[in-house]
């Protein structure tokens, strides 16, 4: 079954960090460029960071050089370090391949106040 899980979120102030974990099946993992989406209240939901199977990054202009996404193929995991966390990053945060291919998870908060 080809099962997004996300988790990591969480309440953290301005300047916070938090680190995003997504675990996919093995097939997914290994087959497809793997993305983190976010969506915030009332807004259509935008992809963040992509990483392909070869490790290629690549990251939405609002986010560069403050998220980082990155694989544990051991693990069959994608993470998103997120640091310098600003109330405009607050959102639902998604994984899913890219472009989007599977059922979306049920995502995981990120809230950014003081």
């Known amino acids: 079954q080809l099962q997004l899980v996300e988790s990591g979120g969480g309440l953290v102030q301005p300047g916070g960090s938090l680190r995003l974990s997504c675990a996919a099946s093995r097939y997914v993992f290994i087959t497809y460029t793997m993305g983190w989406y976010r969506q915030a209240p009332g807004k259509q939901r935008d992809v963040v960071a992509t990483i392909t199977t070869f490790n290629n990054t690549n990251y939405a202009d609002s986010v560069k050089g403050r998220f980082t996404i990155s694989r544990d193929n051991a693990e069959n995991t994608i993470y998103l370090q997120v640091n310098d966390l600003k109330p405009a990053d607050t959102a639902v945060y998604y994984c899913?391949?890219?472009?989007?291919?599977?059922?979306w998870g049920q995502g995981t908060q990120v809230t950014v106040s003081s």
């Open positions: 899913n391949t890219y472009p989007s291919r599977l059922d």
